[in-house]
């Protein structure tokens, strides 16, 4: 069974930066791709970051300002945030593809105060 796990998430002031984790029950490794996906109030679920064997990519919004990054030793994906606005806030998703298969986490809130 493949668990995906956030943690890092909270409440951080405008201008401020957190770092979330994902860490996986088995060897990421395997993974094709792994990244973040977010989901405010009201609104659906958009790509945030991935990261893959070729490389990163990153949604519009959050280009220049976050940084996806991953250990494999420590099966871990992480999710750097930097220069934090009130439009950030949302419920942050980790996700997988391992063997065609999507995979994702429990979700962790971020909150950022104005």
């Known amino acids: 069974q493949v668990q995906l796990v956030e943690s890092g998430g909270g409440l951080v002031q405008s201008g401020g930066s957190l770092r979330l984790s994902c860490a996986a029950s088995g060897t990421i490794f395997s993974f094709i791709a792994m990244g973040w996906y977010r989901q405010a109030p009201g609104k659906q679920r958009e790509l945030v970051a991935t990261?893959?064997?070729?490389?990163?990519n990153y949604g519009d919004s959050v280009k220049g300002r976050f940084t996806v990054s991953r250990d494999n030793a420590k099966n871990t994906v992480y999710l750097q945030m930097n220069s934090l606005k009130p439009e950030d806030t949302a419920v942050y998703y980790c996700h997988g593809v391992l063997n065609q298969r999507n995979y994702w986490g429990q979700g962790t809130q971020v909150t950022v105060s104005s």
């Open positions: 990261i893959t064997g070729s490389g990163t």
